[in-house]
């Protein structure tokens, strides 16, 4: 029954940690972390991502233009960049050690302790790459509140909001992180009870015969 359960919670652990880590890396490349909407020309419509911004226009026109410079970018973009593609490398590195160390794969099928050992790193491998990708998301979305609520900008400059990206990068690390502590805690340690040795039987004391015969050990199946 226990068996079971573990097996399940790796299946479901595994596809948590693709599902976020197919997530995070969409996050990070769709221009969509920041939505601007002017008051002056209402048939526009910006997005700001980690490496460009685009306009889209009210005829499904999409115009993207790179930033360009990388020193140029607000501190916490720079952060951001580096950090989602940390969080990148750290899922697709933490599923292939995970993968490999499932029950269910003829890896290392003779060394149970092997795969735990595969199971528990993959799985904390994706706990750090849900940080790594929680973290930016955050600091990011922290940044655009304080701008949206700063009093010492006029009422009349328009102020940036959460873009889709910013919410599928919080889904996108928890299920991450989900993923890694279901993987890491299906790779406990079980101990199996193994069965005791039978008791070894001493051969019963030679008992003397009578005459004063005595059975030797080597020849007590003959009878003098």
């Excluded at 479901?12 to 221009?31: D, E, Q, R």
């Excluded at 607000?74 to 950090?83: A, T």
């Excluded at 993987?183 to 030679?206: D, G, V």
Aim: contains cysteine; aromatic residues 8%.
């Amino acid at each position: 029954m226990a068996g079971g359960w573990w097996a399940k919670a790796q299946a479901g652990g595994i596809l948590l940690a693709l599902l976020g880590w197919v997530s995070s890396c969409v996050t990070t490349f769709v221009p969509l972390w920041k939505n601007l909407n002017l008051d002056l020309n209402e048939l526009e419509v910006w997005n700001m991502g980690l490496w460009q911004v685009c306009i889209t226009q009210e005829e499904g026109v999409v115009e993207c233009q790179a930033h360009g410079s990388f020193l140029a970018l607000p501190p916490e973009l720079r952060i951001s960049r580096l950090l989602m593609c940390l969080s990148n490398g750290l899922g697709l590195l933490g599923c292939l050690l995970a993968a490999l160390g499932l029950e269910g794969w003829r890896t290392c099928e003779d060394k149970p302790g092997r795969k735990r050992q595969l199971r528990l790193a993959g799985g904390m491998t994706l706990a750090v790459a849900g940080i790594t990708t929680l973290v930016p998301v955050s600091w990011v979305a922290y940044d655009t509140v304080l701008d949206f609520w700063d009093e010492t900008v006029p009422d009349i400059v328009p102020r940036w909001e959460f873009g889709e990206a910013t919410f599928l990068g919080w889904f996108a690390g928890a299920f991450l992180a989900a993923g890694g502590l279901l993987l890491a805690c299906s790779a406990r340690s079980t101990r199996t009870a193994t069965p005791l040795a039978p008791a070894r039987r001493q051969a019963p004391a030679a008992q003397g015969l009578p005459g004063g015969h005595h059975l030797h050990p080597k020849n007590a199946d003959l009878v003098i």
